[in-house]
């Protein structure tokens, strides 16, 4: 059964250092997402890109964060300069279309990012 | 007001009982709603989704959305212990992409 997935599982870096992570959406899908979890807490959206733009976008998604989908299979969220509330659990979720408004979304395992 | 309200739990359950998880919510532009259960060091997983008001069932899984009381439920019969999970709420609205979710209710289901 196709999956997203997702690399790093886990990474380490110092504030104010730039990470990537990333995303490899299952092969058809059209729609891309990020979410993140911070630790005990509930799941926050970030980004939605669809036809190589962002389509809608939270409050958390500042000028520190951009999204990318550079070779047309993987698809990367990037953190400038990290701040230690970045730390949390990263999700990249993928989906075909929007048939009837709504999609069946598939999340990755995430990448667990701890800002030190 | 929190815009998705869902009571954390845990809730622990002995194996066979009716599961009944509820979430609020205050934004009355939401139509589609979701639920989601995430294992540990999972991503989540859609369940299933309602449209506007009304029920849907799936094998053991009844969803129903009250729009006027702004109240949404999800019923697990003949519960077992692989249901043992963390169960999400999540809404969106018409046309839009951001998901919103509940803080999760974390279910143990006894064997």
Known sequence: EPEVTQTPSHQ????GQEVILRCVPISNHLYFYWYRQILGQKVEFLVSFYNNEISEKSEIFDDQFSVERPDGS???????STKLEDSAMYFCASSEDLTGGLETQYFGPGTRLLVL | QKEV????GPL?????AIVSLN??????????????RQYSRKGPELLMYTYSSGNKEDGRFTAQVDKSSKYISLFIRDSQPSDSATYLCA???????KTIFGAGTRLFVKA
């Open chain 1, 12 to 15: 380490v870096t110092q504030m």
């Open chain 1, 74 to 80: 993987n698809f990367t969220l990037k953190i400038r």
């Open chain 2, 5 to 8: 309200e869902q009571d954390p």
């Open chain 2, 12 to 16: 622990s359950v002995p194996e066979g």
């Open chain 2, 23 to 36: 979430c609020t919510y205050s934004n009355s532009a939401f139509q589609y709603f979701m639920w989601y």
């Open chain 2, 91 to 97: 809404m969106r609205r018409t046309g839009g992409f």
